[in-house]
């Protein structure tokens, strides 16, 4: 019986005999239980009355409330029975949130009922729905000195519950981890109704659309094994248009949605500084619910059209997406993103990473992720599409004449980017994470030493070219003409994977080093930033690429002297590597 519910929905007559029916079957029938506490009186004028009504809304309100729970104030529990109550003027609703709020903070929400019972008694009712915060404190202590002994009646700090029973007691360790628990379920609730609501909304309109007008051209996002399934259909039927259907959905998520929380605003900033708070609070939902759920679809449509083999043109539009989504960065600065992070400040955590440079950091994590894939599986055809792309730096002030390849890390962080990015194994550990956090990521690489080993072979792939084009005593040829061709790309990259056993890399190394001893320009073109590059390592390049692979060697001894202050191991390389670099030393 306690259980019955009275919506809001009705009108107000309504509710009132609604709740008048149920609490007189409680008192007469059930007598006093969790949902519904009995009283007989308060004499509100004394002082340790009115401090017992206090404590009793207050145990009431901190225990956990579904939907409602009551308190009844002129009922007899013993007689199952309901008693007039003499001093109803001292129950106006406007003293009691006074007394309320002079004793508690927050201030208990509350709905009060004059009502008289069948039998001609008038009762209180007051119902508690469940409240926006079951931390409710005592803001002060009171004492009862009228009988010439002082007695505490409350103490500042008290948190007084009844949990789920109708004892009233102070909190204790369990009752306040289970407020707590209460307080993340809430979150947890809160976030994944924001996750959801806009693809909720997508998902009716496309059920609208398909009962008036027959099938949509692309599904609703569902669950990752759906998703995987309509990625191998549009790669098996090169379904170009229905895949462009589905980045253009993503586009909407990782662009343009910036605009509902104003993102883009050019706001004066001294205008801005007591709203930056709130402001940062409206970001950061934002990437957690509509960009980075987003940033997870567009990659794994990446990654999952390498893994089914899908045309090169798909891959090529989720790329170009990802640097459009890249390229926000520089917008975002001018708007009051660009001052939710004092210049030069690290996060802790990825999640705690608000400020413009979001777009440009996940892009690249995103990115790094499908070269990942790709150098797992061997997919070198692939490789250029990522490789050669020219960007101009995101984050800070641009040089506009000079760019720099995208995967190539080009992002001038210091706003508030994660802290692990500042170490020099932090970046592969960053992507490595995100591709352990996600199970549609995890399961394509298999564990978080898949996903490193990965990382590391994609930046030696990466920093191979950045060798060739910069280090001018070893490899003349190829820097000359790296400058003459393009004299305004910066070529510079600082890789990660050096910090990193180097078992995770010689597979590939190896596999490189034997085609270039064939002479296999057709197996080594896809790896290079330019064509002319694979020409260059036609004749002679296996002593080139042992020269690189000594340079990696003696990069990772610096690493270790400037992490552990000493230079580490010798090179554990296979038999013909070691070879090799000996050939040439």
Not at 23 to 29: A, F, H, T
Not at 208 to 215: F, L, M
């Amino acid at each position: 019986m306690v259980e019955e519910q009275v919506t809001n929905t009705q009108s107000l007559p309504d509710r009132a005999a609604r709740y008048r029916e149920v609490v007189e079957r409680v008192v007469r029938e059930v007598g006093e239980h969790p949902l519904c506490e009995l009283k007989r009186s308060y004499a509100l004028s004394t002082l340790a009355e009115k401090i017992e009504f206090v404590k009793d809304v207050q145990s009431i309100c901190t225990s956990r409330i579904d939907s409602e729970k009551f308190l009844v104030v002129g009922a007899d529990e013993h007689a199952r029975c309901f008693v007039n109550v003499q001093n109803l003027s001292e129950f106006d609703e406007a003293k009691l949130r006074q007394q309320l709020s002079a004793h508690l903070d927050p201030v208990p929400e509350f709905e009060p009922f004059a009502l008289t019972s069948t039998d001609g008694h008038a009762f209180m009712l007051f119902v508690f729905p469940r409240q926006k915060t079951r931390i409710i404190l005592a803001t002060k202590t009171v004492i009862d000195d009228s009988s010439g002994k002082p007695r505490l009646l409350l103490r500042e700090g008290d948190l007084w519950t009844k949990g789920s029973s109708t004892g009233r007691r102070l909190a204790t360790r369990d009752d306040w981890a289970e407020i707590f628990e209460d307080i993340v379920e809430r979150e947890a609730e809160k976030r994944t109704r924001q996750r959801t609501a806009h693809l909720l909304e997508r998902a009716t309109a496309q059920e609208k659309i398909r009962n008036e007008y027959g099938a949509v051209s692309v599904p609703s996002f569902g669950t990752d094994e759906e998703y995987r399934a309509l990625i191998e259909s549009l790669c098996a039927s090169k379904d170009r248009g229905r895949y462009g259907l589905l980045l253009e959905r993503l586009r909407d998520d990782l662009i343009e949605e910036w605009y509902s929380i104003d993102a883009f605003a050019d706001d004066d900033v001294t205008q801005l500084q007591g709203a930056l708070p709130e402001r940062a609070v409206r970001v950061r939902n934002h990437k957690t619910n509509v960009f980075l759920p987003a940033m997870q679809r567009l990659t794994t449509a990446a990654i999952y059209t390498t893994k089914n083999e899908g045309p090169l043109e798909f891959l090529a539009m989720a790329v170009q997406l990802l640097e459009d989504v890249y390229e926000t960065t520089n917008r975002l600065r001018h708007g009051y993103l660009g001052s939710l992070h004092l210049r030069g400040r690290a996060s802790a955590s990825s999640a705690e990473h608000v400020s413009h440079t979001i777009p440009a950091l996940e892009s690249l994590v995103s990115l790094h992720l499908i070269g990942a894939y790709i150098a797992k599986r061997r997919r070198f055809g692939y490789l250029p599409i990522i490789l050669r792309r020219l960007v101009r730096e995101a984050g800070g002030d641009m040089t506009p004449e000079l760019t720099r390849p995208l995967a190539f890390w080009p992002l001038r962080g210091g706003w508030g980017e994660p802290a692990t990015l500042r170490q020099p194994d932090g970046r592969i550990k960053l992507c490595a994470e995100r591709a352990t956090s996600d199970p549609a990521l995890l399961k394509l690489f298999g564990s978080e030493a898949g996903a490193i080993e990965s990382l590391c072979q994609y930046e030696l792939l990466l920093q191979l070219n950045c060798y060739l084009t910069l280090e001018e005593g070893h490899t003349p040829e190829t820097v000359a003409h790296v400058k003459k061709t393009y004299p305004e790309v910066d070529f510079r990259f600082f890789p990660s994977f050096v910090t990193f056993p180097l078992t995770n890399i010689t597979d590939v190394a190896l596999r490189i080093l034997r085609e270039l001893k064939r002479r296999n320009e057709a197996f080594v073109k896809p790896l290079m930033f330019d064509d002319f590059l694979a020409v260059f390592l036609r004749n002679g390049g296996e002593d080139m690429f042992a020269r690189y692979l000594q340079y990696v060697e003696h990069a990772k001894r610096s690493v270790a002297w400037q992490v552990n202050g000493f230079p580490g191991f010798p090179a554990d390389w296979p038999k013909e590597i070691a070879e090799a670099i000996k050939k040439v030393a």
